[in-house]
């Protein structure tokens, strides 16, 4: 017997009949002979449609109520499971990210947890109860309620399988775990058996939005193993492990085409770099003067105006070919390298460090150069010109 968290997605219950499907789901998981803990998220659309009832009322809704206010999607899905575990029979307790003991700051919208006090979660589980735990929340201590940022129901697995030491965490969803490129952009992609959770995380880092950044490095730094898995049909989905795998060289290629190339100043690199950091700007990649930044999770400053040691160059795409160890493969980036330029494509810049080997692309060619790595360097074509021999 195991004791594993199983966190279930929008989408596994947008409406009332896939959440029945999901309390049959984790009743399996039981009868397995697991003690399951389960994570939910607000039902579909919920959280977008909830912001969008404050945006109507006001341009800059407050913090704090726009917390008090998102925080209650989850508490839906969470009653609502608990209720129809009841029904089959199954003891099921519903509990907030405050009662679950998710202690957070007070960055209201974007909350970091701080502490996971896990005594009455393990009081329920103690009584032979399952656990359902509203995701995305928690308690600041101010005692106020808080939210972790959009997606953060995937964190709150994570850190609660590290607290309740779980044997893994299933994160469930309406996608069959990772694949090797995004399969709307790469028909040939195909879905990954297992990958390490430093590639995950380069991964995710390097733009692939099946995963959740912040959950990724949580897990990887505290050592939870991941199951990414459909929560209907039969797929087997990928685990995310903390040992690398067999064979070594490129498992994944992803793109990112909403990134912004930002030089800094002479002087006061470090704090200009800070400042960005501290508004939210994840910086990617530095070339001594010049910087790749992920602007998506700005909390609403432009970059310029957030030092002014910093000069926008413009935005810039870049394709990230993922594996362990791939930065020092030489052959394999001389090969990714060509596979680009003899399909005509053009390198603005490249480099390769740790996991990753990287391609800066012009933006309208980014899925192309997807394509093009993922051949060669996953799927081991051969470039057009080592074709001809
Ligand atoms: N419901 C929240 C969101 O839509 C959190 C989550 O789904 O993980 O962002
Ligand atoms: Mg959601």
Redesign the pocket.
């Known amino acids: 017997m195991a004791r594993i968290i199983q966190k279930y997605?929008?989408s596994s219950v947008a409406d009332l009949e896939r959440l029945a499907g999901v309390a049959d789901r984790v009743c399996q998981a039981r009868r397995e002979g697991h003690e399951v803990v389960v994570v939910v998220?607000?039902m579909g659309n919920?959280?977008?449609e909830l912001l969008s009832l404050a945006k109507e009322l006001s341009a800059a809704p407050d913090r704090r109520e726009l917390d008090m206010l998102?925080s209650v999607?989850?508490r839906i899905s969470m009653a609502l499971l608990a209720i129809a575990l009841r029904e089959r029979g199954i003891p099921a307790r519903s509990l907030t990210g405050s009662q679950a003991g998710l202690v957070t700051d007070e960055s209201h919208g974007d909350a970091r947890v701080v502490a996971v006090r896990p005594a009455r979660l393990l009081d329920v589980l103690g009584r032979g109860e399952v656990p359902i735990i509203a995701?995305?929340q928690g308690v600041s201590r101010e005692r106020e309620v808080t939210?972790?940022?959009?997606?953060?129901?995937?964190t709150t697995a994570v850190l609660l399988a590290a607290a309740l030491d779980a044997a893994w965490c299933e994160l469930c969803s309406d996608v069959d775990g990772i694949w090797s490129a995004d399969p709307r952009v790469v028909s040939a992609a195909k879905r990954l058996e297992a990958l390490s959770l430093d590639e995950a995380l380069s991964l995710a880092r390097g733009g692939a939005r099946v995963l959740?950044e912040d959950a990724v490095q949580y897990a990887r730094d505290q050592g939870v193993e991941l199951r990414a898995v459909a929560t209907f049909g039969p797929g087997a989905g990928t685990r995310l492990t903390v040992q690398a795998h067999e064979p070594l060289g490129a498992k994944a290629v992803t793109g990112d085409a909403q990134l912004v190339k930002v030089r800094l100043g002479a002087l006061d690199r470090d704090g200009a770099i800070e400042a960005l950091r501290a508004a939210g700007a994840r910086l990617r990649r530095r070339r001594g003067e010049r910087l790749y930044v992920d602007v998506r999770h700005m909390h609403g400053a432009s970059v310029s105006a957030v030092h002014r040691g910093l000069t926008v160059e413009g935005p810039c795409a870049v394709v990230t070919a993922v594996g362990s160890g791939l930065g020092q493969r030489l052959s394999d980036l001389e090969r990714g390298t060509a596979s680009l330029l003899e399909a005509g494509l053009w390198i603005v810049d490249q480099g390769a460090e740790g996991d990753v080997a990287w391609w800066e692309l012009d933006r309208g060619q980014l899925d192309q150069g997807v394509e093009v790595v993922h051949r060669v360097l996953v799927l081991g074509q051969p470039t057009p010109l080592e074709a001809q021999g």
């Open positions: 997605g929008g998220s607000a919920t959280t977008t998102v999607g989850e995701g995305f939210t972790l940022g959009r997606g953060g129901s995937d959740f």
